[in-house]
């Protein structure tokens, strides 16, 4: 499929970035999800959801084209509740082409039957889109790549969002396994929240500058590995590439300690994110950094 073949909307789909933390999210009502729920009231009814996910980290550029992707639950240690979880979404095998055809010539290649749908994903969708009633996409984290390459591909997907295409990506701007505290469900450390701050400062002012990050002080404790905050390198991205960047915080927050749960839109305006309790205590025993959330 070429763009030729595409219907063009006379505006634009909103995008965003999530932080989604701990998997038992999905099964919780917070300030968070509550959040992500209004984010999924105020956008219009996207054609396709195409996400970027920091769980699906590999050595390619690729995305799902499989008609009915499975869900993942691609976490140890969780309450058998979480893992009985669902998302039936169908998938949009046509949108590879599309992506192909924008993003070229960056390769990107179509994955029939190897990936689905992953918690990073389906944990946020379940509370902003919970019929699982719209196809959704996957795209692959390229970990061989530069933080520069996240961010160009990201601005060259831009035209999708005017093609009904709403694009999610989901990790988390500061992610530390190794230094959770599973106690500390509303907390974070000073070296976290003095990264998160930098870091909103660029996405809300100059998102072009976002991958400069990786020279802040904090970058190797925030992102000992890049894999969560890679994906807000794509709404950076698209922002950059949008004449009139219109970037705001949609709710913010720390977690365990060494968790940014920080999200940001682009292009749309929610209801502003009641207070309440932040994110839940994981009831396991697994250490944090044997979790994979």
Request: hydrophobic share 40%; aromatic share 10%.
């Amino acid at each position: 499929m070429t763009s030729d073949s595409v219907n063009i909307s006379d505006v634009a789909m909103p995008a965003a970035f999530f932080g989604h933390g701990n998997p038992m999210n999905a099964l919780d009502v917070n300030r968070y999800t509550t959040a992500w729920s209004a984010f999924g009231e105020a956008a219009p009814r996207p054609r396709v959801i195409l996400v970027i996910s920091a769980h699906w980290y590999i050595n390619a550029t690729a995305v799902t084209a499989m008609p009915r992707p499975r869900t993942i639950h691609d976490f140890y240690g969780f309450p058998q509740a979480l893992f009985e979880v669902q998302y039936p979404a169908p998938g949009l095998p046509e949108l590879a082409a599309e992506v192909s055809d924008v993003v070229h010539p960056t390769r990107v290649g179509a994955d029939v039957d190897s990936w689905g749908i992953d918690h990073g994903t389906w944990s946020v969708l379940v509370h902003a889109f919970p019929d699982a009633s719209i196809p959704v996409v996957q795209l692959s984290i390229n970990a061989a790549k530069p933080l520069d390459y996240h961010l160009e591909l990201g601005a060259k997907l831009a035209p999708l969002r005017e093609r009904g295409v709403l694009i999610i990506a989901s990790g988390n701007v500061v992610h530390n396994l190794r230094g959770m505290d599973w106690k500390l469900t509303d907390d974070g450390y000073d070296w976290a929240q003095r990264f998160d701050e930098d870091a909103k400062a660029r996405m809300l002012t100059d998102p072009t500058e976002f991958a400069t990050l990786d020279a802040h002080g904090d970058f190797s404790r925030a992102a000992p590995t890049p894999d969560h905050f890679i994906p807000a390198l794509y709404l950076a991205g698209l922002a950059g590439a949008t004449a009139a960047p219109d970037t705001k915080v949609l709710v913010d927050g720390y977690a365990y300690g060494s968790l940014s749960m920080t999200a940001y839109t682009l292009g749309l305006t929610c209801p502003e994110s009641p207070g309440g309790a932040g994110s839940p205590e994981p009831p396991t025993d697994t250490p944090p950094d044997a979790s994979n959330i």
